[in-house]
């Protein structure tokens, strides 16, 4: 049942794409949190935290169900959809049926009015959300919602169009297969400024916002999940947009060691680790 993550490194294909798509929606599941097991260190010197930092991700794992049938090579379903830190990315797939119990509306701005889906976020996520933007308020910086949940149904969606539209190997390139996306987690939200400019696109990054977002969010438990210079470990490109919640203690570990979700599980693609 449970598969060390060291083998789930038969990427056939390392491809850039967005993780965003940014269509119509965002999905995203949650349940059960699982924080990582570890023991915090009481830091002495920085090379001893290094050390236990990268003994502590070799004890991690990503648990798989091996009882189902990939749906491409290379791709595993995950046992622990509902964890709170899970790694979904293009080696790891959500499971077809997995649905977020606990989304509910965080009380913040999005750059549109609707109550709909892709507002959505799983209930710890959407407080931290909160939170986070309250203590931006202060700071004098102004968030906005862009894209939170997508359901599966909606990526499924989504894919289909770009299937029939390009074609299943060029739609790959820049949209995440159904499970694969990080919005199906209920746990990634899209943001942008208050005043919606620049929502989804690069310069984003040139904002205060983005500043203030890559130098606090993991005090909220967000980590911005596709960091400059780290493409090739997570397969996307830079996004500054996109933050995922994995809980403060996981977010603070990965903004402290300059890392990724990928390395905090010890989980990069050998692709990666030769380039
Ligand atoms: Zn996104």
Redesign the pocket.
């Known amino acids: 049942m449970l598969k060390p993550i060291f083998t789930a490194t038969a990427l056939s294909s390392f491809i850039l794409l967005s993780?965003?798509s940014f269509d119509q929606s965002?999905d995203d599941k949650k349940e059960p949190k699982e924080e990582h097991p570890s023991s915090h260190h009481t830091e002495t010197a920085k090379d001893d935290t290094k050390e236990k930092d990268s003994k502590e991700s070799a004890q991690r794992q990503v648990e798989v169900d091996e009882t189902v049938k990939p749906a491409q090579a290379g791709l595993q379903t995950l046992a622990n959809p509902g964890s709170i830190p899970v790694l979904v990315n293009k080696q790891y797939s959500l499971p077809e049926d997995y649905k977020p119990e606990d989304l509910i509306y965080p009380k913040v701005d999005f750059i549109f009015q609707d109550k709909i889906e892709k507002r959505m976020m799983r209930k710890e996520a959407a407080i931290a959300l909160e939170r986070l933007f309250q203590a931006a308020e202060k700071d004098n910086m102004h968030f906005a919602g862009v894209?939170a949940y997508r359901s599966h149904q909606t990526q499924i969606t989504v894919f289909n169009n770009y299937v029939a539209k390009d074609g299943e190997e060029k739609a790959k390139t820049y949209s995440a297969m159904p499970g694969t996306s990080?919005?199906e987690t209920g746990l990634?939200i899209?943001v942008t400024t208050h005043d919606g400019a620049c929502a989804a696109q690069d310069c984003f990054g040139d904002t205060n916002e983005a500043a203030w977002l890559a130098e606090h969010a993991h005090e909220f438990g967000f980590i911005i999940r596709y960091p400059e210079g780290k493409e090739n470990i997570t397969g996307y490109k830079y996004?500054p947009w996109?933050i995922r919640y994995i809980g403060v203690d996981a977010a603070t570990e990965i903004f402290k060691t300059k890392s990724t979700l990928e390395e905090y599980y010890n989980a990069v693609p050998v692709e990666a680790v030769d380039k």
């Open positions: 993780g965003c965002g894209s990080e919005h990634a899209d996004e996109h």
